[in-house]
T-cell receptor
């Protein structure tokens, strides 16, 4: 296991199109998080899963955003009817539930909406 | 919403000097974490300090935590050009189940 993998690394899409990103966490980690980061800012929390259960969604996550983790392993983040304001880096992280452990982040998916 | 606020926003030093970054936060925490991010890449976890700890070391990194002042500092000693990156503090709040990141400090180490 080489860490958290995100696919694709870059995505350019036209406004109004749907996009889907994938995250493969570290296999032993039961927590999976999605964050969004714009240039010059820190990551903003979007949502997280414990196993297959989605436990929290940020108010930042409009109805156009949906995330799944169907078997408690990989996760997908879908954005419907993309807007230019959705352009950002989408970061996935995983961690263990118990104890005080840091997060392991993937390299991110950079989305550009034109 | 952002819990932590780093200070300064940007820092430029010569190679070999020490770099100190500060983080202030607002509510009770379980732990505080520091991350590094190279341009256009994901974040790398550097160090975690629990709320009952006051100081922690990892290689050239030294982190302090003062829960009475709700502040933390990250010291990088004998800096190298490869330390050039953005550094973020992240707080694991007692009332939430996730970490909240600050806006970060951009560190430039000049060879």
């Amino acid at each position: 296991d080489t860490g958290v993998s995100q696919d694709p690394r870059h995505k350019i899409t036209k406004r109004g199109q749907n996009v889907t990103f994938r995250c493969d966490p570290i296999s032993e980690h039961n927590r999976l998080y999605w964050y969004r980061q714009t240039l010059g800012q820190g990551p903003e929390f979007l949502t997280y899963f414990q196993n297959e259960a989605q436990l929290e969604k940020s108010r930042l996550l409009s109805d156009r955003f949906s995330a799944e983790r169907p078997k408690g392993s990989f996760s997908t983040l879908e954005i419907q009817r993309t807007e230019q304001g959705d352009s950002a880096m989408y970061l996935c992280a995983s961690s263990l539930v118990t104890g005080n452990y840091g997060y392991t982040f993937g390299s991110g998916t950079r989305l550009t909406v034109v | 919403s952002q819990q932590g606020e780093e200070d300064p926003q940007a820092l430029s030093i010569q190679e070999g000097e020490n770099a100190t970054m500060n983080c202030s936060y607002k509510t009770s925490i379980n732990n505080l974490q520091w991350y590094r991010q190279n341009s256009g890449r994901g974040l790398v976890h550097l160090i975690l300090i629990r709320s009952n700890e006051r100081e922690k070391h990892s290689g050239r990194l030294r982190v302090t935590l003062d829960t009475s002042k709700k502040s933390s500092s990250l010291l990088i000693t004998a800096s190298r050009a490869a330390d050039t990156a953005s550094y973020f503090c992240a707080t694991d709040e007692t009332s939430y189940d996730k970490v909240i990141f600050g806006p970060g400090t951009s560190l430039s180490v000049i060879p």
